[in-house]
């Protein structure tokens, strides 16, 4: 079912009013009184009151129960502050509910037993409508948009993109050299583009569903096809997938953020595929990759999270860094370039909040 922005909701305002919230304020290039901030993973291991949540329940638990992702997708929002929650889940759950064997392994990330092996498959794949296979996410997203209504805090849908998920489908994990998923994509190009279609239909489905359940922004997160690909290979055998995949959430009626990772090689053609606002990762000075994206068109990013180890000083200068590449332009949402890794110190995270809502109020 395509969401309709009009009359999914009568007691919305109509799509084109001004919003109110900093961050879907400058995802539409709008001025802000200072500039947003939220953080790629900010709901995870780095806090201590997730880890007490994980210690009681899986990872699929605590995604599938929706009073539980709820309530993990507010924990940064009420510790820190931030000016946007992202729904807790992960790219993986809907390769689940296609018929894969999804499993998130202690110390070793995500695991797929029956990974994809050969053309038929690809042709076994299920495509379940969203509204059913995903209806815990999409449960969390309307009881986390009723909590933050009165909050002016901006909620975040997601969604892996094409690469990225058919990478996990066929390597059953994280891969070093994405060997097995570039055989694949080389020995059978056609069953290739069966699969990527087939990811393209339950992604956007699942996007425009958790528009309707209350996401009022959506990020598509490509964090490997920039890792795996040359520039030749991204356009011929990924990014045919990524346009039709923003084409088709264009009618969500919310923005969408274009996130790839490592593709500072080919960032413009990777911008081009479609979205609102493009994510950048931490690669390319910021002033530099939104030049290359085009000052037009509003970003987010891109502190490498990594710098949150640094002691505070060090970190200052280089939050500061970011917040002077920007410029003041409107359009710039801060962010990671990547997400908070477990090891981040909370309170590093609490004053790189801080230290952004005074330095550019
Ligand atoms: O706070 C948020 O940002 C929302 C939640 C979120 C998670 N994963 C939770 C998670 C989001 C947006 C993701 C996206 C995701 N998941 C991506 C794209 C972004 C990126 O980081 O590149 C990818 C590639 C995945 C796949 C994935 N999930 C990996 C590789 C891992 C293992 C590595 C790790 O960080 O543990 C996960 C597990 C995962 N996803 C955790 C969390 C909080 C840790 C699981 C745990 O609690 O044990």
Sequence with gaps: MKADPVTADPASPPPDAEPTSLVLRAYRGLPTERTPVWLLRQAGRYMPEYRALRERHSMLELIRTPE???????????????????????????????????????????????????????????????????AGTLEALRIVRAALEPRDVALVGFAGAPFTLASYAIEGGTSRDFAKTKAFMLQEPAAWRRLLRKLVTVQADYLLEQARAGAQALQVFDSWAGRALSRDDYLRYVAPANRELYEAVSTAGVPVINFSLGVSAYLADAAACGGDVVGLDWQL???????????????????????????????EVRIDAVLEQAGGRPGHVFNLGHGLVPQTPVDNVRRLVEHIRERTS
């Design 285 to 315: 000075p910021l002033d530099e990759a939104w030049a290359i994206v085009g000052f037009d068109r509003p970003v987010q990013g891109n502190l490498d999270p990594i710098a949150l180890l640094a002691p505070w000083r060090e970190l």
């Design 68 to 134: 539980l992702a709820a309530e993990v997708t507010l924990l940064p929002v009420d510790a820190f502050g931030m000016d946007a929650a992202i729904v807790f889940s992960d790219i993986l759950p809907p390769l689940a509910a296609m018929g894969l064997d999804l499993d998130f392994v202690e110390g070793d990330g995500p695991r797929i037993s029956n990974p994809i092996s050969s053309t038929r498959d690809v042709d076994l794949l299920a495509a379940p409508p969203a509204e059913e296979s995903m």
